[in-house]
């Protein structure tokens, strides 16, 4: 295999993590292998089907937020935090087709952006959810070439917006920290041991348990709505594919929160085996739909170019593309 360069890695991220949300959105809380049972071998198109209240190639909320955070990354030179909640309250006021449960109830709340999420845990106890894991693609593209730590502070910051438990930052931490190797050319999964290392202490026993090699799926003590099994998943498919096709029909064939699983599969094994590993059958009919923002859709070119500005941001320092191609 030919190890692709930063730049499509860059966009294979973004770009496999939109498909994959596009592709499972049918799918979502379907059983386990119906995917394959409706396409059993790879390779033979009709796979975007729609379905669910979802058109063929059209992109959930997963995605949807993932460009609110990108938008905001590149208008602001960086992380502006008030900014990014206040783009998901305008997303969120415009009624889109799906938005988790968590996530509702922090941007309706009315609460301001620094305590909304954090307010919503206290009284719930509960907001693990994979919600702001799912949306991290773009994020993990525009802090990797900071390195380990900063990529995992931003994610942790990003996460808290609508998230008050620590468990989602942790796993949100973990998948920018996947993708930062992935992105320098390195592989993710040996990265793993070192990646928990930089996790909370009292997060880190279980993210080992659901990232370690003999974990399966099947495993998983909560649905994969949950942040552990939802990032534990993604990995595992990672791990027992050869391909970002294999990778992210195993993860549809999961079944239950089918488009976010898939989109953060989506995402790591895009920054893995890179954008030329995506299906054009797949990224042709993919689009997102951006509520609140005037009607705006953007197609897979934008989503493209997007992510070569979040890799390489004019506003910032220019150390150019070399410095974070493989050595
Ligand atoms: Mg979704």
């Not at 989602?168 to 931490?173: D, I, R």
């Not at 970002?244 to 094994?269: M, P, S």
């Amino acid at each position: 295999m030919t190890v692709p360069g930063v730049l499509p890695r860059a966009v294979g991220a973004v770009l496999g993590s939109a498909v994959g949300d596009a592709l499972g959105a049918p799918f979502e809380f379907g059983p386990e292998g119906a995917f394959s049972a409706r396409f059993p071998r790879p390779g033979h198109g009709g796979e975007m089907c729609g379905g669910g209240g979802w058109e063929p190639g059209e992109a959930t909320d997963d995605t949807q937020m993932a460009v609110l955070t990108a938008e905001s990354l590149l208008d602001h030179g960086g992380l502006d935090l008030p900014d990014v909640f206040r783009r998901f309250r305008r997303w969120a006021a415009a009624d889109p087709k799906d938005i988790g449960l968590q996530t509702e109830a922090v941007l309706t709340s009315g609460d301001p952006w620094d305590t909304a999420a954090a307010l919503h845990f206290q009284v719930n106890l509960r907001a693990a959810g994979n919600g702001a894991l799912m949306r991290a693609a773009p994020s993990a593209v525009y802090f990797a070439r900071d390195g380990r730590e900063p990529t995992i502070y931003a994610a942790r910051r990003l996460s808290a917006l609508t998230h008050g438990d620590a468990a989602a930052w942790e796993g949100t931490a973990a998948l920018h920290a996947l993708i930062e190797v992935a992105l320098a050319g390195r592989d993710p999964l040996t990265a793993v041991p070192a990646i928990l290392t930089a996790l909370r202490p009292d997060h880190r026993q279980r993210y080992s348990v659901v990232l370690s090699p003999d974990w399966h799926p099947d495993q998983a003590t909560e649905f994969n709505g949950a942040v552990w099994p939802c990032l534990g998943s993604a990995v595992w498919a990672l791990r027992t594919t050869t391909s970002y096709e294999e990778a992210v029909r195993a993860a549809i064939d999961l079944g239950g929160d089918a488009d976010t699983v898939a989109a953060v599969t989506g995402a790591l094994a895009g920054a893995v085996y890179g954008a030329g590993s995506i299906p054009a059958r797949w990224t042709e009919p993919l689009h997102v739909p951006l509520p609140g923002f005037d009607g705006r859709v953007l197609r897979s070119q934008d989503l493209a170019e997007l992510a070569e500005r979040l890799v390489v941001p004019a506003e910032r320092p220019a150390s150019g593309p070399d410095t974070l191609t493989t050595p």
